[in-house]
């Protein structure tokens, strides 16, 4: 598949290889979250004039879930202000490496190097999503409990644990960068395979080894690639680069394909429709449900988003990829070519199908965001003159009204979007290549045992669409 | 190290300054006026809720809600209320010119106890304002006060009219009137009109009329005591502050009357708001009753306490409108 290198056009590499603009960005950004947290612990609570609310959830997610991570992929987690204090202590420096910083540095256990401790985490604050979202003390204190984890991560492990590991939104901007257009890669592996000293992973006097725990000469995918820099810094031969590559690239590869990860594909799907049903859905007692939380309804909702995400979707999943599995099967079987079989077992074709949910998922997610970023996003005028909703009118902007855009076309955008991510889905079941060590498959067999995931795809589409358009 | 220092005073700048900075405007501008929140009732009301100031000398306000929309307004006076916007500054300068005790009151119905959301501001003596006079309070004068009125009994009465509901109209067109004794409001207000129709049917001038026509002269006396515009004031008052419980048609079925009934369900009072459209009560209730219970509320049944935010007239105003759930005027 054809790639173009980015970094070979004049000043990217420059400017990427600097870690100027990266810290200029990373302060802004380590300033805004700062404001959040001050924001919401002693601003307004009204949430809709309170910068903690409307610049977090509105104005960032908007551009996470928009822009960031369908084109950048982990471009966000280059300068998230998460991880920035924790890490600048951890090195002792803002910039070069430059003699000892604080921490134990012990490795991160074997058993939990996994995503499912972010599953965990992203599944915690979506349960209290509804009062996160909305009070702005709690979303300071949220957002002030992942800074003092990640900073204690910092000081206890090495490199980043928490974004690797632990972060409740890294996990599925991970997942989702697999769909972006941009790819951080070697150029040639023949030119690691000689270098000894491997200064990507272990780091030299020019920057860290990979913060995120990666060995930048193996990666296939963007899962795990937090576009840090760092391996551009410290390759000695010049021999990474950024590409732009065709969207999804990654989803076209058969390797590294893991139950973590498949089941924070389901996570993420249940929860967008979850959260389409309980915030935009006309059903009161859901609403009810999903905020009071601690309450008997709220306990009863809360097993029914766990019991949904967990056991529904993916057994509803796992039934539709055993059926696939089972008619390619019997249909070899009339064409005299049974043991043509490709996967030796349903879990491991359920492990490889559920990747074509990362684009559904997006589309869902992207579709979600859009019945309220459009309708929302006006109320960032207000808050950029008057963040802490103390009556200031900083840039004359505090009197800015509410004023939904393109509400016209947002059904439309919405409608589109969860059409292409079906289409997407279905194009990367069909072509859902074989586990590892499989044998090829008949193209027919091949549509026969998506049949069934694409006609899952199609359900879940519809259902959503119902929820976000009609 | 020339560049780690830099960075570092990048982040020093940008971090810990704004935040100063932040605080720093905060606190110029909270010395410039007194900030008033308005919280629901169960989340505290207004805060402060009360406040001193001195007569002749501005107040400038900067009002602002926690959770809803309010309303923001002082008791018995006629300038408007100010709406108070979820987390939208609103700026207001009042200017009291006599010391005393004003009450001001949230104007938007904000949930079931939105009546509680009430604070104080006492006024004192300008020394710099020669002879300085206390307001008058308004209410010490009241007629209910002054006839010393049962306001907490349950008024009733089985004499009803049996023909649907009296007609001023009606009576204006038999072109008969009573003894102008029964006009003067002293009179019509401290009586029912269950006993007023009893004394009319006693007059000579009644012996040929049925019994809904002397209940049509009670009508008309209480409709010679109004006017249209008072019964639009009336009606204003009500609708805004009166019918979340009592109803817009006073059958006592308003939005909150639910709420209320069981709020109160166990207190020995009447079960919910009044019905103002049952003859048996209304008709067996004098103005001045209703007068007492709107000044001073109803003492455990959930019915606000107005004196404080209603003017005499206003009052009056609202009474009369009262008994257009029971008489066509």
Redesign the interface.
């Known amino acids: 598949m054809s790639r173009l290198e980015l970094t070979r056009i004049p000043g990217i590499k420059t400017a990427l290889r600097s870690?100027w603009p990266q810290?200029?960005l990373r302060?802004?950004a380590?300033?805004g979250f700062?404001?959040a947290i001050?924001a919401g612990i002693s601003g307004?609570?009204?949430?809709?004039?309170?910068f903690a609310i409307v610049f977090v959830w509105i104005g960032w997610w908007a551009l996470l879930m928009l822009v960031a991570v369908p084109l950048f992929g982990r471009g966000w987690c280059s300068i998230c202000p998460i991880p920035m204090p924790g890490e600048w202590l951890q090195q002792g420096?803002?910039?070069?490496p430059?003699g000892k910083g604080l921490g134990l540095g012990w490795r991160w256990p074997n058993k939990l190097r996994n995503i499912w401790l972010q599953n965990g985490a992203f599944v915690l604050v979506a349960l209290f999503s509804t009062v996160i979202l909305t009070s702005p003390l709690t979303s300071a204190l949220v957002l002030a409990a992942f800074l003092v984890v990640a900073v204690a991560a910092s000081l206890v492990f090495e490199r980043r644990a928490f974004c690797r590991y632990l972060c409740p939104v890294g996990g599925f901007i991970g997942l989702y960068s697999q769909v972006a257009p941009l790819e951080l890669r070697v150029k040639d592996s023949s030119v690691c395979a000689a270098h000894t000293e491997k200064t990507c992973y272990q780091g030299s006097a020019e920057g860290y080894g990979c913060p995120w725990q990666v060995f930048p000469p193996g990666l296939v995918k963007n899962t795990y690639c937090g576009t840090c820099m760092e391996c551009l810094r410290t390759c000695p031969h010049d021999n990474l680069t950024i590409n732009l590559r065709p969207f999804g690239a990654d989803l076209e590869k058969p390797s590294g394909r893991k139950l973590d990860e498949a089941f924070k594909a389901f996570i993420m799907l249940g929860s967008a429709m979850i959260y389409s049903a309980v915030m935009l859905g006309p059903w009161g007692f859901l609403k009810n449900a999903a905020y009071n939380i601690g309450s008997l309804q709220w306990l009863v909702y809360a097993a029914a988003f766990l019991t949904f995400i967990f056991l529904a979707l993916p057994g509803l999943f796992y039934a539709a990829v055993a059926l696939g599995q089972a008619l390619s099967s019997n249909n070899a079987q009339v064409v005299r070519v049974r043991q043509r079989r490709p996967f030796s077992t349903h879990r491991q074709a359920f492990i490889a199908f559920a990747y074509s949910l990362v684009p559904l998922g997006l589309a869902a997610w992207i579709a979600f965001s859009l019945s309220f970023v459009l309708a929302n996003l006006s109320y960032l005028w207000?808050v950029i003159s008057?963040?802490?909703?103390?009556?200031?009118d900083l840039l004359r902007t505090?009197q800015a009204p509410w004023t939904p855009y393109l509400s016209g076309v947002t059904p439309i955008l919405q409608a589109g979007v969860l059409l292409v991510g079906l289409l997407w889905a279905a194009r990367t079941a069909l072509r859902t290549p074989a586990a590892p060590g499989a044998r090829p498959v008949l193209p027919r067999q091949q549509v026969i045992q998506a049949l069934p995931v694409i006609l899952f795809c199609s359900a879940v589409s519809f259902g959503l669409l119902g929820l976000l358009v009609a | 190290?020339k560049?780690?220092s830099i960075?570092?005073w990048?982040?020093i700048l940008?971090?810990p300054v704004?935040?100063l900075a932040?605080l720093l405007?905060?606190s110029q501008?909270s010395s410039q006026a007194v900030?008033l929140r308005a919280r629901m009732p169960e989340q505290g009301g207004w805060t402060p809720t009360d406040m001193i100031m001195s007569a002749g000398q501005p107040l400038l306000l900067?009002l602002?809600?926690?959770?809803v929309l309010h309303g923001f307004a002082i008791g018995q006076s006629d300038e408007p209320a100010v709406d108070v916007f979820?987390?939208?500054?609103t700026?207001l300068t009042l200017l009291f010119d006599q010391p005393g005790k004003y009450t001001y009151y949230c104007t938007r119905w904000c949930g079931a106890n939105h009546w509680r959301m009430r604070g104080t501001i006492e006024v004192l003596p300008n020394p710099d304002q020669p002879d300085p006079t206390q307001v008058d309070v308004p209410n010490e004068e009241s007629l209910f006060m002054r006839l010393g009125v049962e306001l907490d009994g349950h008024p009733h009465t089985d004499l009803v009219p049996e023909q649907g509901r009296p007609d001023a109209h009606r009576a204006a067109a038999l072109g008969i009137a009573p003894p102008e004794s029964y006009l003067v409001p002293e009179y019509y207000r401290t009586h029912s009109p269950v006993e007023v129709f009893t004394a009319l049917r006693r007059e000579p001038f009644s012996a040929s009329l049925s019994d809904q026509q002397v209940w049509d002269f009670v009508a008309w006396i209480w409709q010679q005591g109004t006017s249209s515009e008072k019964l639009a004031e009336g009606q204003e008052l009500y609708t805004r502050n009166c019918a979340a419980c009592h109803g817009t048609s006073g059958a006592g079925d308003g939005v909150m009357a639910a709420q209320v009934a069981a709020e109160y369900a166990n207190s020995g009072h009447q079960s919910g708001p009044t019905n103002f459209t049952n003859p048996q009560r209304s008709l067996a209730t004098s103005p001045a009753i209703q007068q007492g219970k709107i000044i001073r509320g109803g003492m455990g049944t959930g019915m606000p306490y107005w004196g404080p935010i209603f003017t005499e007239e206003q009052i009056w105003s609202l009474v009369d409108y009262l008994w257009t759930f029971q008489f066509d005027y």
């Not at chain 1, 008057?386 to 200031?392: E, S, V």
């Open positions: 870690r810290l200029v302060v802004i380590l300033a700062a404001l001050v307004t609570p009204v949430g809709s004039r309170n420096s803002l910039l070069k430059q207000p008057d963040p802490l909703g103390w009556g200031w505090a | 190290m560049a780690e960075a570092r990048l982040l940008l971090l704004l935040l932040a405007l905060r501008g900030e900067r602002t809600s926690d959770d979820p987390g939208k500054m700026e």
